[in-house]
């Protein structure tokens, strides 16, 4: 597969607008500003293909980019509070309805690794866990952390999420790339 043959898609504001899939599908979630932006441009070797900001809730859209026999997803961040209420509301059967309709062949989960996972976050891993979806965690500003405090957030990760054991996981720096090799073989082996 190669990552940077890829292309933006299309962009749906209302669930009801998202065509059938016709491809498998790489979602990308987590809260606000923790990197899935980011991670997709890292990921695709392009610098601006999806909009990166340094102001949380900047996607406000289920974001389509093509990629050979695949699309990747980037899904609006939750736990934003500076949207208006109408916003969040809009938002909410938008990515329900995504992540709800069975489509989604691999969810790239987003943690910033330098903090526990929010209240958001473990729900998010709940829910995954719930419904059998299959998922990864990117432990994203892994750069950010000398080597002590990211042993130190790995063993806390283990005592912070349910089942943390049987998840698979990996630490993601998108200025190092770290993990970039990593997340590129697991979506082959899930495509």
Request: overall charge positive.
């Amino acid at each position: 597969m190669n990552f940077t043959r890829v292309e933006f898609y299309k962009s749906y504001g209302e669930y009801k607008q998202i065509p059938p899939a016709l491809e498998a599908e790489v979602a990308f979630s987590g809260r606000s500003n923790v990197g899935k932006s980011t991670l997709i441009n890292k990921l695709c070797n392009r610098k601006s293909l999806a909009r990166v900001s340094g102001v949380p809730g900047k996607t406000i859209t289920v974001n389509f980019y093509k990629l050979d026999n695949i699309y990747m997803v980037d899904l609006p961040g939750y736990g934003y509070a500076k949207r208006s209420k109408q916003e969040r509301e809009r938002w909410s059967p938008l990515v329900e309805g995504y992540l709800t309709s069975g489509r989604i062949s691999l969810l790239i989960q987003l943690i910033d690794m330098r903090h526990p996972p929010s209240k958001d976050d473990l729900q998010m891993l709940n829910y995954l866990t719930e419904t059998k979806m299959p998922f990864v965690i990117a432990f994203t500003k892994a750069d950010k952390l000398s080597k002590l405090k990211r042993e130190e957030r790995l063993a806390g990760f283990a005592d912070e999420i349910d089942n943390f054991d049987n998840i698979r996981s990996f630490p993601f720096s998108s200025v190092t790339g770290e993990g970039v090799e990593e997340l590129r073989e697991i979506i082959g082996e899930y495509i």
